[in-house]
């Protein structure tokens, strides 16, 4: 899971679509340590679709990442 927590933070792209609420998983491709790596992932929102900018929020398993889309950032 260390390299998962090294994860949190970081930012990437859709790569399968991740249905809402958490219902099933998608994957995203996110750059670690200068190499991109594809996770499973969920979301707690709405539907992200393929393409779309993400933030990983935390690491929800040994294999799965929780992401936020970057546009519902707003400060």
């Known amino acids: 899971i260390n390299v998962f927590n090294s994860a949190v933070g970081c930012e990437g792209k859709v790569y ?3 249905p809402a609420g958490r219902s ?3 994957k995203v491709q996110i750059t670690i340590n200068e190499s991109v ?3 499973e992932a969920v979301t707690d929102g709405p539907a992200l ?3 779309t ?3 990983v929020v935390e690491a ?3 294999d799965t990442l929780l992401v936020e889309p970057l546009e519902s950032i707003i400060i």
Do not use: D, M, P
């Open 16 to 18: 399968l679509s991740i």
């Open 24 to 26: 099933g998983t998608g």
């Open 37 to 39: 790596r594809e996770y």
């Open 49 to 51: 679709a393929t393409g």
């Open 53 to 55: 900018s993400i933030r």
């Open 60 to 62: 929800v398993s040994s």
